[in-house]
């Protein structure tokens, strides 16, 4: 025995030296072959999925899918081609693909080959391929090498879906489209767009901007992307530039161009980057609707910008639109907030506890209104005309009237007289002819709002 156990000890430490100095190659057992490189255990790893609607930016043409391979068998000491071969998947459109040339280099036995799927023919529809190892093509130089992982599937798509957040910027982009969210995603170079609705102003004329070009230069294509046109503050550092359409038609009829009348007018009459073109065509007729549309918007606005805290004069700077003579009889106004909204009660012969316009022109009528605003126009002027003049006051925020704060007591009062004068001299010429009368006497609350003062 103890012959044996020598013998055996000698046989093993011969095969020990044997192996180390000519060590076969081996990898592992079985054929020769390649196949894709993923656990059996998690079947999805044997496919992939990719949404170009996931990458907007940059339009790519294509997405990059990688794909692992391994080989099984001896390890080769030459480099070796690996041809994959695309398959169509059942109830799917094949994707289109291309397989870049796959060499598995000598020595080695896993490799990384990334796939370039092109964008779909279509959005809204899911494609698929299936990869298989090609054994059989005249140019592979190794098969298949395990049945259960010879084949893996990419699917593609560009199917869009409404962001969660849109009711966020509703109002800076309107409804939303697939078309509408590619083309905000490239104008402002962010996928996530609606995100941040504080910049929403911002990619709204960003986008308004882009459209306008696009038509320009393409004055046959169709019109498909309606993005609102806003009523942006004066004070904003956005604002829409002048219209390429705009002429010297335009400015006859709604002024030289201000990018805060613009915007007011579109946004009271839900103008978009659509209808704006059939809305402002430069033609006399239409012009001359724009111009008594824009009349109602004009006194709307300086309503607004009134509750808001401006002075009636401050209010009628953003927008200004002229007045035509013969459209005049045609011109709808809204009521003036500050003179139809606020408590009108200083008895007669009584001491003003505060300014009430009631004090200087009367009870408020929508005929007496309309005669102030004609009366003033022809005796001064579209250049002359001025609300401010008429109405030099501001909400003080304490349930009544105050003096326009740009303005001395004194010479707000004095523009009151000076219109009160001008309204009763031109109404004096026909009374019988009105269905209103205006105060013959002005009374002013003093500075100390304790006494009076009169005309």
């Not at 065509?281 to 004009?298: F, I, S, W």
């Not at 509750?307 to 002229?322: C, E, I, K, L």
């Amino acid at each position: 025995m103890k012959k044996v156990y020598t013998l055996l000890a000698l046989a093993a430490a011969l095969c020990a030296t044997s192996c180390n100095e000519n060590e076969v190659p081996f990898y592992a057992a079985g054929s020769d072959g390649i196949y894709f490189n993923y656990e059996d255990e998690n079947q999805a790893n044997f496919e992939a999925s990719v949404n170009f609607a996931d990458y907007i930016v940059g339009d790519s043409a294509f997405l990059s899918v990688p794909v692992k391979l391994k080989t099984l068998g001896y390890l080769a000491d030459h480099d070796r081609r690996v041809v994959l071969k695309e398959n169509p998947v059942e109830s799917y459109q094949q994707a289109t693909i291309e397989i870049p040339e796959i060499i598995m280099p000598a020595g080695e036995t896993e490799l990384d080959v990334v796939i370039k799927v092109l964008r779909p023919a279509e959005i809204n529809t899911r494609y698929a391929v299936r990869l298989t190892i090609d054994g059989n093509s005249s140019e592979s130089q190794i098969g298949s090498g395990v049945t259960e992982k010879a084949a893996f599937t990419i699917y593609s798509e560009e199917t869009y879906s409404q962001p969660a957040n849109w009711n966020n910027v509703t109002r800076f982009f309107g409804t939303w489209t697939p078309e509408k969210h590619i083309f905000l995603a490239r104008v402002t170079g962010n996928d996530q767009y609606t995100s941040d609705a504080s910049m929403g102003e911002s990619y709204n004329v960003a986008a308004v901007d882009s459209i306008r070009t696009y038509y320009a230069e393409h004055p046959e294509a169709e019109k498909t992307i309606d993005i609102p046109l806003l009523a942006i503050s004066m004070w904003s550092p956005y604002q829409y530039a002048q219209p390429p359409y705009w002429n010297a038609l335009h400015d006859r009829y709604l002024g030289s161009y201000n990018p805060t009348m613009f915007g007011n007018y579109c946004q009271s009459y839900n103008i978009n980057t659509i209808n704006e073109y059939d809305e402002f065509t430069g033609t006399e007729d239409n012009l001359r609707e724009v111009n008594k549309k824009a009349v109602y918007a004009m006194t709307s606005y300086i309503n607004q910008q009134f509750q808001m805290g401006s002075s009636v004069s401050n209010a009628s700077t953003g927008f200004r639109v002229p007045f035509l003579d013969e459209l005049f009889d045609e011109y709808q106004f809204a009521e003036p907030y500050w003179w139809v909204n606020f408590p009108t009660n200083t008895p007669a012969g009584g001491t003003p506890t505060g300014i009430y316009i009631d004090d200087y022109y009367g009870t408020y009528s929508e005929s007496k209104y309309r005669f102030m605003l004609k009366t003033m126009l022809a005796v001064r002027g579209n250049d002359g005309f001025s609300w401010g003049d008429m109405f030099p006051v501001c909400d003080n925020f304490m349930g009544g009237l105050g003096w326009d704060y740009m303005l001395m007591p004194a010479d707000a009062q004095q523009l009151i007289r000076t219109c009160h004068e001008m309204f009763l001299s031109e109404y004096d010429k026909n009374p019988d002819a009105y269905d209103f009368t205006f105060p013959r006497t002005l009374v002013f609350p003093d500075d100390s709002g304790s006494g009076k003062d009169k005309k």
